[in-house]
């Protein structure tokens, strides 16, 4: 079972930043590519980026320009600094792995509330 921890999260203003951090197992990190992914109330939860084990980003077009991926895989760490921010970026926010295991299994998430 996959066990993933995010946090970070907030309350903020339309322009403001963030960094979401999600921690993880070893086994985890060493082996899979790792992303973000949100859900936004009512909606379906989303791929928000994704960063391989050698650094290469991929990111959804409402967030690229905005948003940063990153990973520390000697803390077992994954990282989401998001600047720029809309409401439109309102959701809670989860990591996990890319592509997702089936089922996947998901973490507690951390709640981005953006409003003025």
């Known amino acids: 079972q996959v066990q993933l921890v995010e946090s970070g999260g907030g309350v903020v203003q339309p322009g403001a930043s963030l960094s979401l951090s999600c921690i993880g197992s070893?086994?985890?990190?060493?082996?899979?590519?790792m992303g973000w992914y949100r859900q936004a109330p009512g909606r379906q939860r989303d791929f928000v980026a994704s960063i391989t084990s050698f650094g290469r980003t991929n990111y959804r077009d409402a967030v690229l320009g905005r948003f940063t991926i990153t990973r520390d895989d000697a803390k077992n760490t994954l990282y989401l600094q998001m600047d720029s921010l809309k409401p439109e970026d309102t959701a809670v926010y989860y990591c996990?792995?890319?592509?997702?295991?089936?089922?996947?299994?998901w973490g507690q998430g951390t709640q981005v509330t953006v409003s003025s």
């Open positions: 996990n792995t890319v592509p997702l295991a089936n089922p996947p299994s």
């Open positions: 070893e086994e985890i990190f060493s082996r899979n590519n």
